[in-house]
């Protein structure tokens, strides 16, 4: 079956990295645009960060925009979040997600399987 496993998550300082890595098994990554989303507590899910295929296009929110960036690496079917100057509101818990649909889709409703999530807690 289908599966995504994120890892990297952890507890940094406001000013820190993070890189969260997605691993897919089960099926061809190439085949998927990916995603990812986080959620914070007592708030509703968000997408963050979203990636085609091929690479082509990526897009990432306002409230990341600069700061993150999302990658790929189809050989290792594999997907990345680079996460730099964390400030407290990024703490989340933060999903991958895997897309059939062509393009870049931005949002959850479009997406087809989803990780399980990795803890991203931003403190001092």
């Known amino acids: 079956q289908v599966q995504l496993a994120e890892s990297g998550g952890g507890l940094v300082q406001p000013g820190a990295s993070l890189t969260l890595s997605c691993t897919m098994s089960?099926?061809?990554?190439?085949?998927?645009?990916m995603g990812w989303f986080r959620q914070a507590p007592g708030k509703e899910r968000e997408g963050v960060s979203f990636i085609t295929r091929s690479s082509h296009k990526t897009y990432s929110v306002d409230s990341v925009k600069g700061r993150f960036t999302i990658s790929r690496d189809n050989a290792k079917s594999t997907l990345y979040l680079q996460m730099n100057s964390l400030v407290p509101e990024d703490t989340a818990i933060y999903y991958c997600?895997?897309?059939?649909?062509?393009?870049?889709?931005?949002?959850?409703?479009?997406?087809?399987?989803w990780g399980q999530g990795t803890q991203v807690t931003v403190s001092s």
């Open positions: 089960g099926t061809i990554f190439a085949s998927y645009a």
């Open positions: 997600a895997a897309a059939r649909a062509l393009g870049l889709p931005i949002y959850g409703y479009e997406y087809d399987y």
